[in-house]
């Protein structure tokens, strides 16, 4: 089994900056991906980024050069930098673990853009 757990979220103006973390505890060894989606109220939840454990990224275009994903494997951590956040970017965000057969969600996090 696989913990995840986010942190990080808050309200911030639009413009402004987030930096999401989610840290991961149990059998670790068996995640191959991680990443972090969002779901805004009414709306299905979507993919913001990925990150492999080679290091290879790969980000929705709606956040393309405004977020930056990585990890700290030294730390079980991934992290989202978010920059030049907008109030469309106003979402629970919530960190996933891809292993073989399972995949893995933390509990959520908001984030709340005003503008």
């Known amino acids: 089994q696989v913990q995840l757990v986010e942190s990080g979220g808050g309200a911030v103006q639009a413009g402004g900056s987030l930096r999401l973390s989610c840290t991961a505890s149990?059998?670790?060894?068996?995640?191959?991906?991680m990443g972090w989606y969002r779901q805004a109220p009414g709306k299905q939840r979507e993919l913001v980024a990925t990150i492999t454990s080679g290091g290879s990224a790969n980000y929705a275009d709606s956040v393309k050069g405004r977020f930056t994903i990585f990890r700290d494997n030294g730390k079980n951590t991934v992290n989202l930098q978010m920059n030049s956040l907008k109030p469309e970017d106003t979402a629970v965000y919530y960190c996933?673990?891809?292993?073989?057969?399972?995949?893995?969600w933390g509990q959520g996090t908001q984030v709340t853009v005003s503008s």
């Open positions: 149990g059998t670790i060894f068996s995640i191959h991906t």
């Open positions: 996933r673990g891809s292993s073989p057969a399972v995949l893995y």
